[in-house]
């Protein structure tokens, strides 16, 4: 699609949105940017363009509209590009669509611009940390000034897509409100981590948030690969279906062909011949069964990308827990703290949960995203000396905690961070855990779960 001369509206104007006013200045867009929301006026918008893109010269500098969008530029526009945060079903993007305006996401409007090779990573849970990993072994493979890790990780791939060549690679953390608008978007190697219930306020259905995560290999064809995880219901059923090439892995069972975990050991499978790759507990920095399959997932990949394995397992074993994901931070007087903030649903706090070897004094509540927590707290397992809840959620999980045994004396509420973090002091003792692992997401006390994992650190460093 040529965006040359084409009045174009970008929806939102977060990260992605102007990322997509970067890239779109660049292909020659006629551009309006605009912000629903009634805390922002236009000359807020104008401002942060200017801070933001100061460096870029634009053949139409975009015109910024906040609030409500007139009808008169709704007729002009020939083309709308949504950051990921809008909703595909608004009144407004429905009329676009309604009239034949194409409607797409930055990733797309960022793969149209692609010259070379991508990897897109997606799932409910691991993306980060398997993102990253990739990221990392390919920098060690190609160098790093030909790999870029892009995507709901934090970094706009249209800010970086037109440094792509034809010896480059992409590797991108994608999102399942990112794949609601792709069209043409095609990685040649892709990977479902696993789907689980999620942003079901968004999707509304599981069937419907499944489908947006399966468009990750929508476009793929049996010469591109789509890696999945045997284990999870849904990337189970998707294999048989799935247009590429299908890779699994599992940490529950053995695979004739595949990645899998054998005792204590990582193995891969062709034809039932069997290689070890790394023992998890020598060789893996990372904890945890979660982090277990992030890594066969991220060596699937990057053997599907082309590393030699030897590169592989050289960066896995030297390889530290992302930021926020199941993170230590410190030990203070006898008490280990580690931050999870980025378990922001409860299959992704499950996944913090099993990780603690010590009674956990556990720090959850949050946003409500139409999740349910009986799995989470059926986790529990006797590891959880504390529950200390916070936020909207903080009653629907202590009612959900009740109902399944947890004795009602070792819920705490607290109507604050801070006053969370130090009643958790207070009752850790030298032996025990704390875990900040919510099972919800930071919004309405926090902008986003980065925020709330550098508060906990800093409390926690700070003491």
Sequence with gaps: MEFRNVKTLVIGSGISGIGAVSLLGRMGADIILFDGSDKVTAEDLQDKLNTELSDQCMEYPPYCIAGELPAEAEEQVEAAVLSPGVPTDIPLVNRLRGRGVPVLGEIELAFLAEKGCMAAITGTNGKTTTTTLVGEIMRAHLGGDKVFVVGNIGNPYTMEVLKTASDTVTVGEISSFQLETVHSFRPHVSAILNITPDHLNRHHTMEAYAAAKEAVACN????????????????????????????????????????????????????????????????????????????????????????????????????????????????????????????????????????????????????????????????????????????????????????????????????????????????????????????????????????????????????
């Excluded at 903080?394 to 969370?420: N, Q, V, W, Y």
């Excluded at 930071?442 to 994992?453: C, I």
Aim: proline share 2%; net charge negative.
């Design 220 to 463: 793929q064809d049996k010469s591109d690969i789509c890696v999945l995880n045997a284990d999870n219901s849904y990337t189970a059923a998707f294999a048989d279906r799935c247009p590429a090439r299908v890779v699994l892995f599992s940490s529950q069972r053995e695979l004739r062909d595949g990645y899998y975990l054998k005792a204590d050991h990582i193995v891969k499978s062709v034809d039932g011949t069997v290689q070890v790759l790394l023992d998890i507990h020598r060789d893996m920095k990372l904890v945890g069964i979660c982090n277990v399959e992030n890594v066969m997932a991220a060596i699937a990949v990057s053997e599907g990308m082309g590393v030699p394995m030897e590169t592989i397992l050289r960066v896995v074993r030297e390889f530290r827990a992302v930021e926020h994901r199941i993170e230590f931070v410190a030990t203070k007087a006898g008490v280990d703290y580690y931050n999870d903030s980025k378990g922001t649903n409860p299959d992704a706090a499950i996944q913090g949960i099993r990780a603690m070897s010590k009674p956990t004094v556990l720090i959850g509540g949050g946003y409500d995203k139409g999740s349910e927590f009986d799995e989470w707290i059926e986790s529990f397992e006797g590891k959880v000396k504390y529950l200390v809840l916070i936020g909207q959620t903080r009653e629907k999980i202590a009612d959900c905690a009740r109902r399944h045994g947890f004795a009602k004396d070792r819920i705490r509420f607290a109507d604050s961070f801070l006053e969370c973090l130090q009643l958790c002091t207070a009752l850790a003792e030298a032996g025990d855990a704390v875990l900040l692992s919510p099972a919800c997401a930071s919004w309405g006390m926090f902008p986003n779960y980065e925020v709330r994992g550098q508060e906990f650190k800093e409390y926690v460093n700070g003491r």
